[in-house]
């Protein structure tokens, strides 16, 4: 009889619960379906805790993960402002607001959370990035693993106080991390007193699907694009920290020469905010956008559902980020065999080498920008060079030493 119940236990499909953080489809949901997929397929009950709609939800509801809600008001979101885009300066008002609105969603999370572990009881909680701490939190009092996958750095605050905070909480609250890339390892790492150990860099993910290459004459067929023009993408929409103001610029620069060159700025737009900063750059952004608008050489488009078939009908894609934070695009781009140009930050220069797998331009220095393109649109060889070894970059690293099978191989080690 014993035997028998040992054997219905070990049959019970254990159970994961993520957290999610973000509102809309992103890159890290993109990163997140590869991780939910290798749960599912080693037979785990997969839960999601998110405050996606209906439509960026359906993908992962599909793949057979169950999804639990949560508010997307402001006043119960769960997602900690910790982020690196939220170091405003010390005793500012949107300092001030920013700590009291933490502490607001600390509770709300903790309940939140703490609601679901009770209710679905699992065996693991996975946080997608860290600014839900207050998951690891529950999972402590809970007495279950966590897992937190650093998609980011996290603010530093006056003095470091703030990242010392928040590192060691990080430090002390998880059984395991997964830093995105070396920056998020650094960070994390200085504030370890042996040195982290608990942690494996585990960078973006990219499936086989993301090799697929399609027929580019084809797409531009169907994406009513020019066929005998090169062709300049950018996901970046209109937001500060994706840097559209410099491409915007640079197209302005390219399209007084007439050259043979045709753009497209795809993404969200982000209009306002609680920061002068982010309204200011709003504006210089869309009165910049004015000038080439109605330019036959260029094409404002939306978010975009499939971007690979998009990358598969460019020629080249700029990630002009102005914060450093790893570009999920460029990785895809080079999936699709395509020349990249980036801004020069600390995180571009852990995966890109220049003039090997891409180019690299000063933030805010629009000729430069202009002139990269121009030269990657004119050197054939240079750009066979970029997209042949950015190819090998992604085969041989974004895709065989990323299975997120590690994942599971860590919590297993713990049982």
Known sequence: MKNNFKKII???PRRVLFVDHDMVKSGATISLKYIVDSFLKNNFDVFLLTRKNDKDCKVLHEAGVKILKYSNSAFKSIALSIHFSDDFP???????????????????GVITIGRVVKKIKPDLIYLNEHNLLTGSFVAKIFGIPSFMHIRSKFIEGKFHIREFLIAKSILKLNDFIFPISEVEFKQLNKYAKIGLRNFEILPEFLSEKDFELFDSIKLREELRLPKDKKIILSFGGIDILKGSLDYINSIYILNKNKNDLFFLLAGEIKSSGLIKEVNDYYLKTTNALKRIEYDENFRLLGFIENSRKLLSAI???????????????????????????????????TYIEERKTGLFYDIGNTELLADNILELASNNLLYQTLSVNGYEKAKNYYLKESNPIKIINKFNALF
């Open 10 to 12: 070990l049959k019970t």
């Open 90 to 108: 010390f005793l500012s008002i949107n300092w001030l607001i920013t700590n009291c609105k933490n502490i607001f969603r600390a509770v709300v």
């Open 315 to 349: 020629d080249i894609l700029v990630s002009p980020i102005t914060t450093s934070h790893f570009s999920r695009p460029i990785i895809e781009a080079w999936a699709s065999k395509k020349a990249i140009i980036t801004s020069d930050t600390e995180h571009s220069r």
